[in-house]
């Protein structure tokens, strides 16, 4: 019983949470919608001062004198090539919400712009750069400090896979195995679920969408079922072939794909738009990152940071426990400066382009027209749709990126079964696949539910309050790697002399 009591215990919370949003939606979504806009408002500079804090922490690692050790012993070997390992941590960390977000988002800020006439060429400027700011060094950092100093415990100090682990040089093994080691797995499995099933009706809901807008497909519940069914049986395969084939192979799919849409639609759009985006995009961004990373508009009173900036800062938080223990477990053997340089710059740049895309695209499109770009975000879920209609190829490229979107839907799932495989097994790298196989059905299950009764929203509302107790652990987390970097064998014996 002992064995498995993080596991009941996330299950029994999992499952009365999911109760609450059948049984009471309402309560349950005015009760999360409140305690949302609680932190947003009262603890908006928290969030942008730590994820701030992320950015410089990883920086000054990059660049220290602790670069060089490695995560694993002193002559471990990467366990993959570099092309397939940011394949899956870039699957697991971004995956279906570029594809969700990639024209939308721009699309949004475009249409109402911060303080900008909206549908201008200013507005067009502030899209671009607020994209960019959303997923650039920012997320990547939050991954690295619960990555980083996990994947230094498990392959250097041999410790267990769990979040949990990151603490032994705080406050000491034996604490760690108590109750307060217990409660930090417990909130990473609970966010790690909550923040993937929401992700996964997300993925349905814009699917099906796909479907309809393409092919005439009706947008029932039956049809969402079938199509998530359908992506639970392709995943379950996955999971059980194991990390080596199934998420590796399906992983370096979705770069494939990914590199065959962006280069469709540079080839397609409009080329000098989307280049002079790219450029300029970096250009904002890099000038501007220290005034946006700390922006509130204290005096104004707008929402505009609570609904995206702050939200963005808490949804990358609650993902942190997920794609962070994803990310360290496949890491074994690279130096801290490869893991750094391989999980915040190659990502960011990858986002970067991404947007400049598809994002220009959008733009382009709605500098033409601009009730098409107020048409886009009406619905979310159909912006990518709308956009590609008005584009010539555009349903071939609206088809790749479905195809795209249920690969990445399946890698997604996919990792998240392995990470709650680990974490509710104490730390076991290679969990039983019918350990994960239970948690993709719970994950999958939960997903069907809340979409089919509207309380998807609601639990992604949830899962970002949640992140709000894991920032602080995060903090803490900072603290910790620092802490065993510091005595680590390499340096020890310098330190003494």
């Keep these: ?44 500079w928290f969030y942008l001062s730590l994820m701030s804090a992320f950015v410089v922490f990883c920086i000054y690692l990059l660049f220290s004198k602790y670069g060089n050790i490695k995560l694993g012993s002193d002559d471990s070997k990467p366990e993959y090539s570099n092309i397939s390992w940011f394949a899956m941590l870039f699957s697991a960390g971004m995956g279906v919400g570029l594809v969700f977000w990639g024209i939308a988002e721009p699309l949004n800020h475009f249409v109402s712009p911060l303080g900008i006439e909206g549908g201008t060429a200013a507005a067009a400027d502030f899209a671009i750069r607020k994209s960019f700011l959303h997923w650039g060094l920012h997320p990547w950092a939050n991954y690295c400090i619960i990555a980083l100093p996990l994947a230094y415990m498990q392959f250097r100090k041999n410790r267990p896979g769990l979040i949990s682990s990151i603490f032994i ?13 217990k409660t930090i797995d417990i909130l990473a499995i609970f966010a790690t679920v909550a923040g993937v099933a929401t992700s996964l009706g997300m993925a349905t809901m814009q699917t099906t969408s796909g479907l309809n807008y ?33 998420i590796k192979i399906l992983s370096n799919t979705n770069v ?81 400066r490869q893991f750094i340089g391989g999980v915040l710059i190659a990502p960011t740049l990858g986002s970067f382009v991404w947007f400049a895309v598809f994002g220009g695209i959008g733009i382009n499109e709605g500098l033409q027209n601009f009730g098409i770009a107020q048409e886009a975000i009406k619905t979310t879920e159909t912006a990518l749709f709308v956009i590609m209609n008005q584009i010539p190829m555009g349903s071939i490229l609206s088809t790749i990126a479905v195809v795209l979107l249920c690969t990445f839907f399946v890698t997604s799932a996919d990792s998240a079964t392995f ?22 059905v719970i994950q999958s299950a939960l997903a069907a539910v809340l979409m089919l009764t509207g309380g998807l929203k609601a639990l992604q509302t ?36």
Excluded: H
């Excluded at 040089?169 to 080691?181: H, K, S």
């Excluded at 505009?304 to 942190?320: E, L, V």
């Excluded at 290679?430 to 948690?439: D, E, H």
């Excluded at 894991?470 to 680590?488: G, H, N, P, S, Y």
């Design 1 to 44: 019983m002992k064995k498995y009591q993080v596991f009941i215990i996330s299950f029994v919370i999992v499952v009365l949470v999911v109760a609450w949003g059948l049984i009471f939606p309402d309560n349950f979504g005015t009760s999360t919608t409140n305690a949302k806009d609680f932190f947003s408002f009262n603890f908006g």
């Design 169 to 181: 040089p705080l406050i000491g093994e034996e604490r760690v195995a108590g109750p307060i080691g």
């Design 214 to 246: 393409l092919y005439g497909v009706p947008q029932t519940n039956l049809v969402r079922i079938i199509v998530i069914a359908v992506i639970t049986i392709l995943f379950m395969i996955s999971a059980v072939s194991g990390l080596n084939k199934g």
């Design 256 to 336: 494939a794909l990914c590199g065959i849409l962006i280069l469709l639609g540079i080839i397609i759009g409009p080329k000098v738009t989307i280049f002079n985006s790219f450029v300029s995009g970096i250009g904002d961004y890099l000038s501007s990152i220290v005034k946006d990373s700390f922006a509130l508009d204290p005096f104004d009173g707008s929402p505009w940071y609570g609904w995206w900036t702050i939200f963005y800062w808490a949804w990358w938080i609650a993902w942190a426990p997920f794609v962070g223990t994803f990310i360290a477990r496949i890491s074994k053997g690279r130096t801290i």
């Design 419 to 440: 990470v709650l495989g680990m974490m509710s097994s104490n730390g076991n790298l290679n969990p039983s696949a019918g350990l994960k196989i239970t948690w993709g």
């Design 462 to 497: 949830g899962s970002i309050v949640a992140a709000f107790p894991f920032a602080i652990v995060m903090l803490f987390a900072m603290w910790a790697i620092m802490k065993a970097l510091k005595t680590d064998d390499a340096f020890a014996k310098t330190e003494k002399l």
